[in-house]
């Protein structure tokens, strides 16, 4: 799915988008996390595709997986 998701900062300000679109990766998220079904997102946006929605949660997944976390030390009670 390379090149699916797209960031170019002439589109949306530079938000990672689904290619040949204005559709971004956090618009779908947001609609997901509101309770939309895919098919409600894809009716919504004719010009996404099956695979465009996909990506987007690839890149998602991606994202948030590359990301580093570091453990809290435990207070003192």
Do not use: S
């Amino acid at each position: 799915m390379e090149g699916a998701i797209v960031v170019d900062p002439e589109v949306m300000g530079g938000k990672p988008v689904v290619a040949g679109t204005r559709i971004t990766v956090e618009e779908i998220l947001r609609r997901l996390a509101a309770g939309e079904t895919p098919e409600d997102i894809l009716q919504a946006f004719p010009r996404l595709t099956p695979e465009g929605l996909r990506a987007a949660l690839l890149y998602a997944a991606e994202a948030v997986g590359g990301e580093r976390t570091y453990p809290y030390p435990e207070r003192a009670a």
